[in-house]
């Protein structure tokens, strides 16, 4: 590349309108921007972009090269409710009809690449990174001659899992509690229980199945796979992408975001937390969009009280209810239970948000109870904190499974937000997990092992080492340059 055309360079972005996309192509922007110097341009839809724009830390606000381009959208134009422009803000059952209603983003994204070339004197992107959900773009990057580049944001094992499901439904070919993945053998077998509440009805006819029936197999013609994980942490899964495909697949993870900016309840929990003994505090999130039910949230604080340990707990209120409305303590959690436990120090209760990667990377933290969304998964990996498993929804189930089969940092605890587990089973995988021998001993020695491994892999140093996903990350753009170089040496 000649030089000059560095700061020229532009990379367009399109992640999925959920914050588990959103916030690793952030990460992902800021990563490219400050080891590449080129302008990032991310499009999506206006509230989204006015989410995205929000999270940028203030001191960078006029700094960066980073760009936001809104794309028009109207909810209400596809019977969604008004501003309903993600994943957060809907029921699961009305999500399918978001994915739907992001084909009608190809016109505008199009006319979008067409004005860059434009403006750039016939000078079009360098190239175009799409999420998975987003194969259309494909069309477009091939007709302007831009590389194009699917990123996965979950772990490759999970997402590999979740294609094989709804590409081929195996359980709904066995009436089995138990079945194998034909296009994916090296994993073992997957149980009903591990399968969405949409997935478990699916027959091919069902709107999810039509839908991911049409878009999944669209990244097999995309000239590459990034995914958010690590080489030597997630062989098995890419594997399946690289088997499948027969393209590069870039394994250029942890993308982790790092900006978060100040709220009050930040410095409530890194206070808190240094009041404690090092690894004696577990840290309970089920993420932004996830909940169980009224009886397991009974069941989960009464767990936390009998166990005697310390905790932080990002309450929201139940299934059934608007995830994003006001937790009411009195109706669901027992009587007397928070102010018990805040006043002996044992317990915090953070209402929505807490500070998620501040409170892993402390040293009194030591297990997270977690719903195993994959950017969670990594935040914690990244710090060495162990995982108590309960998935919720979608490929968290089989990141669980890599977890804990294939991994060894895990262990899971219940599945589904409408299980039924009894607190004394709760406390006991709590104790588990939190003792200092034992199990809990060795998953906490594989953690950190995991830790050194993710640490190993993302080091750049002076001496001239390059860890796996810098090499990854060096790998995918030396593969759109020589494209474009190729196309250029061609006119």
């Known amino acids: 590349m000649a030089e000059g055309r560095k700061e020229n360079e532009n990379v367009v972005m399109l992640p999925f309108m959920g914050q588990g996309h959103l916030i690793p192509f952030l990460a992902l922007a800021f990563q490219i921007q400050q080891t590449r110097g080129y302008t990032v341009t991310i499009v999506n839809t206006p509230l989204n ?13 006029n700094t960066t090269t980073i760009r936001f381009i809104e ?23 009305l999500i399918i009809r978001l994915m739907e209603a992001t084909l009608s983003l190809k016109p505008s994204f199009k006319r979008l690449i067409s004005d860059i070339t434009h403006q750039q004197h016939g000078y079009p992107p360098l190239c175009i990174i799409a999420d998975m959900f987003f194969g259309w ?11 194009h580049a699917v990123f996965n944001t979950g772990s490759a094992y999970g997402m590999a899992i979740f294609n094989s499901l709804w590409l081929h439904l195996p359980h709904s070919k066995t009436n089995s509690d138990e079945f194998s993945l034909l296009d994916f053998p090296q994993v073992s077998r997957i149980h009903r229980s591990q399968l969405s509440n949409y997935l478990k009805i699916a027959d091919g006819n069902d709107s999810w199945s039509i839908f991911l029936h049409r878009v999944l197999p669209q990244w097999l013609n995309s000239d590459g796979v990034l995914v958010n994980t690590v080489e030597d942490l997630d062989r098995t899964g890419l594997h399946y992408f690289r088997s499948k495909s027969g393209r590069p697949v870039w394994p250029i993870g942890p993308i982790v975001s790092s900006m978060t900016r100040a709220r009050p309840s930040k410095e409530a929990c890194l206070e808190w937390l240094d009041v404690h003994p090092p690894a004696s505090v577990i840290y309970i999130s089920f993420g932004s969009q996830n909940t169980v039910s009224a009886s397991q949230i009974m069941e989960l604080a009464m767990a936390l009280e009998g ?11 139940p299934l059934g209810f608007d995830v994003n409305s006001e937790f009411r303590a009195v109706e669901w959690l027992p009587e007397g239970f928070e102010d018990r436990l805040s006043k002996c120090k044992r317990g915090l209760l953070v209402r929505k948000w807490a500070p998620q990667l501040e409170i892993l990377s402390h040293k009194s933290t030591g297990a997270f109870l977690s719903h195993c969304g994959w950017n969670s998964v990594l935040e914690s990996l990244s710090h060495g904190v162990p995982i108590i498993a309960w998935p919720i929804a979608g490929e968290q189930f089989y990141n669980a499974k890599l977890l804990e089969e294939e991994m060894g940092v895990c262990v899971e605890v219940a599945r589904g937000s409408g299980c039924e587990v009894r607190h004394v089973e709760i406390a006991s995988v709590i104790d588990m997990v939190m003792d200092e021998n034992g199990k809990g001993r060795d998953i906490r020695r594989k953690a950190c092992e995991v830790k050194e491994m993710i640490k190993d892999a993302i080091r750049d140093d002076d001496e001239g080492y390059k860890g796996s996903s810098v090499k990854a990350m060096d790998e995918f753009f030396n593969a759109a340059l020589s ?3 190729t196309k250029e040496e061609t006119k």
């Open 71 to 93: 794309l028009p959208f109207c909810s209400a134009d596809h019977g969604l409710p008004p501003d309903s422009e993600n994943t957060d803000v809907l029921p699961y059952h």
């Open 483 to 485: 494209m474009r170089k």
């Open 307 to 317: 166990s005697n340990k310390n905790f932080i707990w990002v309450v929201r209120p």
């Open 137 to 147: 773009t494909i069309d477009i990057a091939n007709e302007f001659g831009v590389f």
């Open 49 to 61: 972009i006015k989410k995205l724009r929000s999270s940028l830390p203030t001191n960078t606000t």
